[in-house]
């Protein structure tokens, strides 16, 4: 019986976290929605060279990225714990990005 409530609890727990990491995915979403009606549009252009710059590296180093596993992953109903992460990582990045644009960083640094 113990193991029935140890695996309860187990279970509990991972839907506490999913719940946690989709509240967070929706704070990045809500936030990158908050930037993007405040930049202009070569704000928005910028920030799209910028990660596709950021894209291509990656590309260049691991190989191409599955477009259309990707868009499956984006429109998913219920997207499981991997996709999750995934995707917040993304938003996370692309607000860091559009954020320091709109805020003004360098968009050309010298080092």
Do not use: W
């Not at 590309?59 to 992953?73: I, K, N, Q, R, W």
């Amino acid at each position: 019986m113990t193991d029935g409530l140890g695996l309860f609890k187990e279970t509990i727990k991972q839907k506490a976290l999913f719940m946690t990491d989709m509240r967070r995915f929706q704070q990045y979403l809500q936030l990158a929605d908050q930037l993007a009606k405040v930049a202009t549009k070569e704000d928005l252009a910028e920030c799209a060279r910028l990660l596709a710059i950021n894209i291509a590296h990656y590309e260049s180093v691991h190989g191409a990225l599955p477009l259309d596993e990707t868009l499956v992953m984006a429109y998913a109903e219920e997207p499981n714990q991997a996709q999750i992460d995934l995707m917040t990582r993304g938003m996370e990045t692309m607000v860091g990005v559009l954020g320091g644009i709109v805020q003004g960083f360098e968009s050309n640094p010298h080092h």
